[in-house]
Nanobody
Framework: QVQLVESGGGLVQAGGSLRLSCAAS????????MGWYRQAPGKQRELVAS???????NYADSVKGRFTISRDNAKNTVYLQMNSLKPEDTAVYYC?????????????????WGQGTQVTVSS
């Protein structure tokens, strides 16, 4: 099993910044795409940002210019730098990773989720 462990959430005032981290561990051969999703109360989970192994990024329109996703392939870790936070950014943020793991010499596709980390932005 590939496990994702997130950190960095918390409470911040509007206009402030937070940095989320997510580290993947397990019998990982390679990770193709890593991403951050969020889910606010009463709403569906939505993509915030994603990044490919080669560094190609994709952002939700609502966070463009404020959030930056990056990754360290050697550490199987993805980051989300969140600046100019707004109350509407309040949500549980989840990390996701898609890739391949090796089990008994055979490669298997995986798609794993972290446990989520709460981000609360006060007005």
């Amino acid at each position: 099993q590939v496990q994702l462990v997130e950190s960095g959430g918390g409470l911040v005032q509007a206009g402030g910044s937070l940095r989320l981290s997510c580290a993947a561990s397990g019998s990982i051969s390679s990770i193709n795409v890593m991403g951050w999703y969020r889910q606010a109360p009463g709403k569906q989970r939505e993509l915030v940002a994603s990044i490919t192994r080669g560094g190609r990024t994709n952002y939700a329109d609502s966070v463009k210019g404020r959030f930056t996703i990056s990754r360290d392939n050697a550490k199987n870790t993805v980051y989300l730098q969140m600046n100019s936070l707004k109350p509407e950014d309040t949500a549980v943020y989840y990390c996701n990773a898609d890739g391949f793991q090796t089990i008994a010499t055979i490669q298997h596709f995986f798609s794993s989720w972290g446990q989520g980390t709460q981000v609360t932005v006060s007005s």
